[in-house]
């Protein structure tokens, strides 16, 4: 089950459904001007927030921003087609090659076998389009490269390009006046490639822009919200173990001694797996 929640005094979200992969779905609402963050999963998705959120006197959104061209974030554009979406160049780019593909079960499971597609994403978009598989890939209307700064009327939001491992074309949200960045996927590992990944030297990149941004919050899709604290933690941990994977030219047993000695402890699993991921990459 969804459950939406309010941060600060402009800012809802609806939270994520693991099964169905639906990430985490933001509304930013001016005086002026609504703006919603990521179309969805699937109409459904979309329509669902927007109702929602209306019974909550939250109004339906004048624009959407995606965040990258991942099924999960944009397969609910179909239901917004009368307002404004934004997108970066690279989001659409990625998203016309999108347009020849069915999403057939037959058709999903042969593109898992070319390498196409992966196998995490065929699964959950047969468990969405349970009852049907009208899925239309729309295009966005209004394309921009690195930034763009919107005023909703008493709340500015300002789309940055950011790129990162997961997704080449990723954007994040900043809500200025409610110091809360949505980040999306941005920070999650290259899940379209043979092994699940991150490289050092686009994680530390990355990192270092996503730190130019003052929040107290940021949100992860697929997560829940997290504080500054949480978010520094994060980061320090990614960094610390690009860091080892470099000067252990990518050994494995080498970075889990150098980073056990570093935390005094044990590994968690979430640390394991993260140095899987950069050994992977390297
Ligand atoms: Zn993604």
């Known amino acids: 089950m969804h459950s939406i929640n309010k941060i600060g005094d402009c800012f809802w979200y ?12 933001g509304m930013v609402v001016g005086q002026n001007k609504t703006l919603m963050i990521d179309a969805g999963n699937s109409e459904e998705h979309a329509h669902y927030f927007q109702e929602e959120l209306l019974k ?22 179909s239901a917004l087609r009368h307002i404004v979406s934004i997108a970066s160049k690279k989001t659409k780019t990625a998203m016309e090659k999108l347009i020849p593909f069915s999403w057939s079960d037959e058709a999903l499971d042969a593109r898992v076998k070319e390498g196409i597609e992966i196998e995490f994403c065929a ?11 009208d899925i239309q890939i729309v295009l966005p209307n209004v394309t921009f490269d690195k930034r763009v700064e919107i005023d909703l009327g008493g709340v500015t939001c300002i789309l940055q390009h950011v790129g990162g491992d997961h997704a080449a074309d990723s954007v994040v949200v900043y809500i200025k006046e409610e110091k809360i960045l949505f ?15 991150y490289t050092v030297k686009e994680t530390l990149r990355l990192l270092a822009e996503l730190e130019q941004f003052d929040a107290d919050t940021y949100i992860p899709s697929h997560q829940q919200p997290i504080t500054k604290e949480a978010f520094n933690q994060e980061v320090a941990m990614l960094r610390t173990i690009a860091t080892y994977t470099d ?4 050994d494995s047993q080498k970075i889990m001694q150098a980073y056990k000695k570093h935390v005094k402890r044990e590994l968690t699993e979430d640390e394991i797996e993260t140095i899987s991921d950069f050994v992977n990459g390297y």
Request: charged letters at 25%; hydrophobic letters at 40%; aromatic letters at 10%.
């Open 14 to 25: 609806m939270t994520p459904i693991a099964e169905t992969d639906r990430p985490i779905l």
């Open 56 to 77: 909550m006197g939250v109004p339906n959104p004048d624009m959407v921003v995606l965040t990258h061209w991942h099924w999960d974030h944009i397969f609910g554009l």
């Open 123 to 133: 699964r959950a978009i047969k468990e969405e389009f349970k009852d049907h598989r």
């Open 183 to 197: 980040l999306a996927d941005c920070i999650y590992p290259n899940l379209y490639a043979e092994k699940v990944h």
């Open 247 to 250: 000067s252990c030219d990518g």
